[in-house]
Nanobody, 125 residues
Framework: QVQLVQSGGGLVQAGGSLRLSCEASVRTFSRYIMGWFRQAPGKERDFVAAISWSGGETYYADSAKGRFTISRDNAKNTVYLQMNSLKPEDTAVYYC??????????????????WGQGTQVTVSL
């Protein structure tokens, strides 16, 4: 069983930056693919980014490319999402996800087994 505890998020003006963190309570963290998804009100949970076990491979949704960066620190059992140049349309609840069998290209939420509690990101004009 993997527990994911998220931190970060909040309210920011358009053009600003935020960093989300997600700490996993599992000894074999380095064996898990990690990802970030987001869900806006009334919409499905959408893929944002994913990172391989070693951190050497990443994959981003088109909406995140060039603005968001996913990274991980296996010594701290933590994955991060650095979000820059934020836009109002980035407003959503953000979730981290973990899975041992996924790949960085697993961009459907049904492909991931474990989820964080979610954290609200609100971008104002």
């Amino acid at each position: 069983q993997v527990q994911l505890v998220q931190s970060g998020g909040g309210l920011v003006q358009a053009g600003g930056s935020l960093r989300l963190s997600c700490e996993a309570s599992v000894r074999t963290f380095s064996r898990y693919i990690m990802g970030w998804f987001r869900q806006a009100p009334g919409k499905e949970r959408d893929f944002v980014a994913a990172i391989s076990w070693s951190g050497g491979e990443t994959y981003y949704a088109d909406s995140a490319k060039g603005r968001f960066t996913i990274s991980r620190d296996n010594a701290k059992n933590t994955v991060y999402l650095q979000m820059n140049s934020l836009k109002p349309e980035d407003t959503a609840v953000y979730y981290c996800a973990a899975d041992r069998r996924a790949s960085v290209y697993s961009d459907y939420s049904s492909q991931w087994d474990y989820w964080g509690q979610g954290t609200q990101v609100t971008v104002s004009l």
